[in-house]
């Protein structure tokens, strides 16, 4: 399948840049060159931006495997194009726009994933056979042959599907809210394009003077009375001449700039909370806006997408202890000051050791930090019932070590 290099090449030049893409389908696809709309553009640029700088971890049987081939194919290198950023911010994109993304799993003869290639929707067909269960890729780039690609080997990333096969593009929903807002926009740009927005007027009470001579005259008046040095000066009119200074009507534009309803709209199929789009929110804080952001809106985009990878990418025995996960610690960590009580925490309650909350600033391990170390004042909830015993008669734990500690002895 060489060929699937030489489509990456071309993705970023000639097809990249039509307006509309015609699929196999027969249905129209969207790049995202072809977004004009700004709510519908920062919606899209924000939830794929922060979703591809999410690292994906590999996690097996609850540990996190920072060494693994997956973490660098997904993260780093999924191919030899572009960068595990650029891949993860491809596919989220093209999914929030046309419903669904695809991506070529290539793989070695021991059948694990080396090199994952996106693939344009345009050149991508799903079939579900009739009478049977079986689903069929169709691949049909523009300078090659049609090719029948298996499910294990597409990544096929959809956030809503009411058959399971098919995504559908939350784009669909929005039609007149999006209409209605390019109605707007138009109305404020014919407003200034062919609008007639004058200062004021000076009226001649006698004669009717030529194109040259009223030209003269503006030019006369204009000289005299604007500027920064003629502000707050008094007028001199001869009794042949009246000014009448006019105001411009921004009634049209209060309507616009006050008409909110689409953007609201946008922000809710999207999932994205208002502020996302530059609307205000008062009352909360930083730190509960991305709580808020993390909780409803990321971890729902966050489980289809990893549902996907531990579909297609796990197979059993693996798949029985390795799971994927999106790293969203960044969300949580708003400033320097939640990031640093959160890491003494850990420490103090032996879940990190001096090497790990080193290596969360970047410092590098020092020679015995791998020990943990916990407060004194907890006890094992199984002897809890013995120590009490025990200090009220002021006799030793018999749980503890002879010789050892003087804890639960009598004063």
């Not at 079939?127 to 780039?141: A, F, L, M, T």
């Not at 500027?227 to 707050?232: F, L």
């Amino acid at each position: 399948m060489a060929f699937f290099r030489s489509i990456n090449q071309q993705s970023a030049g000639r097809r990249e840049f039509n307006e509309i893409l015609v699929g196999l389908d027969g249905l129209s696809y969207v790049p995202a060159t072809a977004i004009k709309n700004s709510d519908v553009f920062t919606a899209v640029h924000v939830l794929a931006s922060d979703i591809a700088a999410s690292p994906i971890m590999i996690r097996n049987d609850g540990i996190e495997e920072k060494d693994s081939d997956l973490f660098q194919l997904i993260n780093e290198r999924p191919n030899e194009y572009y960068s595990g950023y650029s891949f993860k911010y491809i596919l989220v994109a093209n999914a929030l726009l046309n419903g669904q993304s695809f991506a070529f799993i290539k793989r070695d003869k021991h059948g694990t994933p080396w090199e994952l290639i996106h693939m344009l929707n345009s050149e991508v067909s799903v079939d579900q056979i009739k009478g049977r269960n079986d689903i069929v890729y169709r691949y049909y780039p523009s300078d090659g042959k049609e090719t029948i690609l298996k499910p294990s080997d597409v990544l096929h990333i959809k956030f809503s599907s009411l058959d399971g096969v098919n995504g559908k593009s939350l784009l669909s929903c929005l039609k007149h809210e999006l209409e209605s807002q390019e109605a707007g926009k138009r109305l404020v740009t014919d407003f200034f394009r062919r609008g007639t927005n004058l200062s004021g007027i000076v009226t001649l009470k006698k004669g009717v003077p030529s194109p040259e001579a009223r030209e003269n005259l503006r030019n006369e008046f204009e000289k005299v009375n604007s500027g920064v040095r003629n502000q707050q000066r008094i007028a001199v009119l001869s009794e042949n001449e009246d000014f009448k200074q006019l105001e411009i009507s921004t009634k049209v534009l209060e309507i616009v700039n006050n008409y909110t309803h689409s953007t609201k709209q946008i922000a809710k199929v999207f999932g994205l909370p208002p502020h996302k789009l530059g609307i205000e929110q008062v009352n909360t804080s930083l730190e509960q806006a991305n709580l808020d952001y993390l909780t409803n809106t990321l971890s729902n985009y966050f489980a289809a997408i990893t549902a996907e990878l531990n579909f297609k990418m796990l197979f059993y025995p693996e798949s029985r202890t390795k799971r994927f996960q999106f790293d969203a610690r960044r969300f949580k960590e708003t400033d320097a000051k939640t990031k640093r009580e959160n890491v003494i925490a850990l420490l103090q309650n032996g879940i990190y050791s001096q090497n790990d909350a080193l290596a969360e600033y970047g410092i590098a391990p020092i020679e015995n930090g791998d020990r943990r170390f916990m407060s004194l004042n907890f006890v094992d909830v199984d002897i809890m019932d013995e120590i009490q015993k025990a200090k009220a008669k002021g006799l030793p734990i018999p749980s503890l070590d002879k010789g050892g500690d003087d804890i639960g002895k009598g004063d």
